[in-house]
């Protein structure tokens, strides 16, 4: 894709969940970071998980680009400018910011996946809307004005498409995707004119290797079902469509929330 070589791209969440690099294994902030090295850019990969984080590099050091892991925690404002300050430190400025960060621990995510509203504990709410929605407020604050000095830039974020799907339960998941879209186009109007522009893309089931290898074929067969293609979603299907986002190809293109899904989701 043009526009991306030497281009300064943190990554807020971009551990890999692959110890092979493979694709299904992936997370996806792991395999856009890695898509966006063999794009020519130089990456900066901030993740909770600081091996996680560094394998990442890894990776994409042994493809031959350039990347730095950061450890942070997305729920802390400190930490969430300390990984653009690193970017800025270590590669001059910022030119593009995935925001891929959500607390998908089991405490958090799985009581979310339990409970409606009437029974969610507090500090489960409380925590997704700390990670997922003031984390990437927090991190649009601390990158768009090193944006701005290079003349624009390129924000990013990942949403769901629990922002359709009006589920009776993940009220505080699919209540914090669906606010960070107003976030993203928020970003797009107060500063487009000067040149950034800002996006979300809302990925179907991507399930890793390790969900894949366990699954039954009735359960594959249900995901398929779900979706208007011929095939399971991988990683790297986010992760081209958050590169295009993020590249020349991409100019013309912003305020959208992008469904990634195989079909599943059909609306205009």
């Avoid at 063999?38 to 493809?63: F, H, K, M, W, Y």
């Avoid at 997704?128 to 003349?151: N, Q």
């Avoid at 109007?189 to 179907?204: K, Y």
């Avoid at 894949?212 to 079902?225: F, N, T």
Wanted: no cysteine; proline share 3%; net charge negative.
């Amino acid at each position: 894709m043009r526009g991306l070589q030497d281009k300064i791209i943190v990554v807020a969440a971009g551990g890999t969940g692959a110890t092979d690099g493979t694709s299904h294994g992936a997370s996806i902030g792991g395999a856009t970071a890695r898509r966006l090295a063999q794009e020519g850019a130089l990456v900066v990969v901030g993740d909770i998980n600081e091996p996680s984080a560094q394998r990442t590099v890894e990776l994409i050091e042994a493809e031959g680009g350039k990347a730095v892991a950061h450890q942070f925690d997305a729920g802390e404002d400190a930490q969430i400018k300390s990984l653009m300050d690193r970017a800025v430190a270590e590669f001059g400025g910022i030119d593009g910011v995935h925001y891929n960060a959500m607390d998908m621990s089991a405490p958090t995510l799985g009581v979310d996946g339990e409970h409606d509203l009437l029974t969610l504990p507090l500090e489960a709410w409380q925590r997704t809307i700390d990670v997922g929605l003031t984390g990437m407020l927090l991190a649009a604050r601390y990158s768009i004005p090193h944006m701005l000095e290079r003349g624009g830039g390129s924000f990013v974020a990942t949403v769901s498409g629990a922002v359709y799907a009006g589920e009776p339960i993940r009220v505080a998941y699919a209540t914090t995707k669906t606010a960070m879209t107003a976030v993203v186009r928020h970003i797009a109007s107060r500063w487009g004119r000067e040149g950034i522009r800002a996006n979300a893309v809302a990925p179907g089931l991507v399930p890793g290797q390790e969900m894949l290898d366990h699954m039954p074929e009735e359960g594959k067969q249900r995901i398929l079902k779900m979706a208007r293609s011929n095939r399971i979603g991988t990683a790297d299907d986010i992760a081209s469509m958050v590169t295009y986002l993020l590249s020349d190809d991409g100019s013309w293109v912003t305020a959208q929330i992008i469904s990634v899904d195989g079909g599943n989701t059909m609306r205009t």
